[in-house]
C-alpha cells in the first residue's frame, strides 16, 4: 500500500489509523524522491482509471477498514 500525503501533519494519525487494522505488522514512512518509474506511473494510471469507473473500494474510517478486511478473511481463508 503506497499512501502519498499532502500535509505532513497527518503521517502520525495516518500511522495510529493503520496499525488499528489487524494485519498490519509495520508502517513505514519514507520520502518521495520524485522519481516515478514507468511502471509506477502505469499503476497509477490504472488506479486513477479504475477509480473514475468507481471500480474501486473507499473507506473513509478505521472502523469501516477494517470491516472491509474482516470481510475478506470471511471469504478467503490462507
Avoid at 489487524?22 to 506511473?41: H, Q
Avoid at 478505521?62 to 470481510?71: A, V
Amino acid at each position: 500500500m503506497i499512501v502519498t500525503l499532502e500535509d505532513n501533519a497527518m503521517v502520525s494519525e495516518i500511522k495510529k489509523a493503520l496499525k488499528l487494522i489487524r494485519g498490519i505488522a509495520s508502517v513505514r514512512v519514507t520520502r518521495a524522491d520524485n522519481s516515478i518509474t514507468p511502471a509506477l506511473r502505469r499503476s497509477m494510471k490504472k488506479a486513477r482509471e479504475e477509480f473514475a469507473k468507481g471500480e474501486t473500494i473507499s473507506c473513509h474510517t478505521p472502523e469501516e477498514m477494517q470491516k472491509y478486511f474482516d470481510s475478506l478473511g470471511s471469504v478467503a481463508k490462507y
